[in-house]
């Protein structure tokens, strides 16, 4: 996907009122920003950001964080909420694997949504379900993990639902064709899955979770 460097990126979102810039004073504190008790929900690696958004349009009764580390594309989402009011969503501009340093038990769903796959051995730790990434996740959800995950990448979706059940999740849903499969599943597309949606390229998805 055609990928532009944004000028004064870094200035533009930090002075965005959906930014929070400092997210690791909030650590433990995240209903404060929200000023309520709903649950909250996360994407890691948001892109520009059209799903997120979306999300906190139809889920008036959850919040969203969206996390990105790149400013340019962060940019990209800021200018969608130029004119509108979402009182639910936040977004930060940081790292994926500094999570544990932002929140605490807070989190309810974690979002992966197309993720690098990361293809060579030497990177399989960057890959967001490599089991270093599934125990941070430990330290950020509440006591119920949920976790959904939806890619075009079928090597990374084996590889997902491989490293999941070794972590003792379990599957409520897996689809190998989330646009057409039979049993439809209620779906807000993000910005990536538009296009393979045009392409007719089969996505995959997974909605997993572990309580004890
Ligand atoms: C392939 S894009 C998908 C974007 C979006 N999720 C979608 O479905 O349209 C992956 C995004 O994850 C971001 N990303 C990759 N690694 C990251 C990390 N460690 N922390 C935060 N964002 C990351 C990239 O900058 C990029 O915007």
Same mark, same amino acid.
């Given at each position: 996907?055609?990928?532009?460097?944004? #000028?004064?990126?870094?200035?533009?979102?930090?002075? %965005?009122?959906?930014?929070?810039?400092?997210?690791?004073?909030?650590?433990?504190?995240?209903?404060?920003?929200?000023?309520?008790?709903?649950?909250?929900? $996360?994407?890691?690696?948001?892109?520009?950001?059209?799903?997120?958004?979306?999300?906190?349009?139809?889920?008036?009764?959850?919040?969203?964080?969206?996390?990105?580390?790149?400013? %340019?594309?962060?940019?990209?989402?800021?200018?969608?909420?130029?004119?509108? #009011? $979402?009182?639910?969503?936040?977004?930060?501009?940081?790292?994926?694997?500094?999570?544990?340093?932002?929140?605490?038990?807070?989190?309810?769903?974690?979002? $992966?949504?197309? /993720?690098?796959?990361?293809?060579? #051995?030497?990177?399989?730790?960057?890959?967001?379900?490599?089991?270093?990434?599934?125990?941070?996740?430990?330290?950020?959800?509440?006591?119920?993990?949920?976790?959904?995950?939806?890619?075009?990448?079928?090597?990374?979706?084996?590889? %997902? $639902?491989?490293?999941? /059940?070794?972590?003792?999740?379990?599957?409520?849903?897996? %689809?190998?064709?989330?646009?057409?499969?039979?049993?439809?599943?209620?779906?807000?597309?993000?910005?990536?899955?538009?296009?393979?949606?045009?392409?007719?390229?089969?996505?995959?998805?997974?909605?997993?979770?572990?309580?004890?």
């Amino acid at each position: 996907m055609e990928y532009i460097k944004i #000028k004064n990126a870094d200035q533009i979102v930090k002075n %965005s009122i959906y930014i929070i810039d400092n997210p690791t004073a909030f650590k433990g504190k995240w209903k404060n920003v929200f000023k309520n008790n709903n649950p909250i929900d $996360l994407q890691l690696g948001m892109g520009r950001g059209d799903f997120i958004i979306e999300m906190a349009k139809a889920y008036p009764n959850r919040n969203f964080i969206g996390l990105e580390n790149n400013e %340019s594309k962060m940019v990209n989402a800021i200018k969608k909420l130029e004119f509108l #009011k $979402l009182p639910n969503l936040k977004l930060i501009c940081i790292d994926a694997q500094k999570i544990d340093q932002i929140f605490n038990k807070e989190i309810d769903t974690i979002y $992966l949504t197309f /993720s690098e796959p990361w293809p060579k #051995k030497i990177d399989e730790k960057k890959r967001f379900t490599h089991i270093n990434y599934l125990k941070l996740y430990d330290k950020v959800f509440k006591k119920k993990k949920h976790i959904i995950l939806k890619t075009d990448n079928k090597i990374l979706f084996a590889y %997902s $639902l491989e490293t999941l /059940s070794n972590y003792w999740y379990t599957f409520k849903r897996v %689809s190998l064709d989330l646009h057409n499969d039979e049993n439809k599943i209620p779906n807000i597309m993000t910005n990536y899955e538009k296009q393979y949606f045009k392409e007719k390229r089969p996505i995959f998805y997974l909605d997993a979770i572990f309580e004890d």
